[in-house]
């Protein structure tokens, strides 16, 4: 599974943006796509995921403001990010999750920066 990432950029707060991750390869595969961000100094964190049932969960601090999406082939998934704060400021990561009968594969993206002026 390959993953790229796309839709970053520098916005205002208030302002909003939608990051898009393309997958291939064995996209069939894949159990669960989310994203995670990683500010600087700080441990990477989910911000927002969605399993191929269509269950999400998001962290506290972006609910009610980010939105996880996915299209219908489940190639691509999206960050629709509303309301931005300066401390959304991070880089940008999607993963994929591949359950097997004994593991978890985590498949990353190559992340994307966000970058929030006040």
């Known amino acids: 599974v390959q993953l790229v990432e796309s839709g970053g950029g520098l916005v205002q707060a208030g302002g909003s943006l939608r990051l898009s991750c393309a997958a291939s390869g064995s996209i069939f595969s894949i159990n669960t796509m989310g994203w995670y961000r990683q500010a600087p100094g700080k441990e990477r964190e989910l911000v927002a995921r969605?399993?191929?049932?269509?269950?999400?969960n998001y962290a506290d601090s972006v609910k009610g403001r980010f939105t996880i999406s996915r299209d219908n082939a489940e190639s691509t998934w999206y960050l629709q990010m509303n309301s931005l704060k300066p401390e959304d400021t991070a880089v940008y990561y999607c993963?994929?999750?591949?359950?097997?009968?004994?593991?978890?594969?985590?498949?990353w993206g190559q992340g994307t920066q966000v970058t929030v002026s006040s």
């Open positions: 969605i399993t191929r049932g269509g269950s999400t």
């Open positions: 993963r994929a999750d591949v359950f097997s009968d004994i593991t978890i594969i985590y498949y």
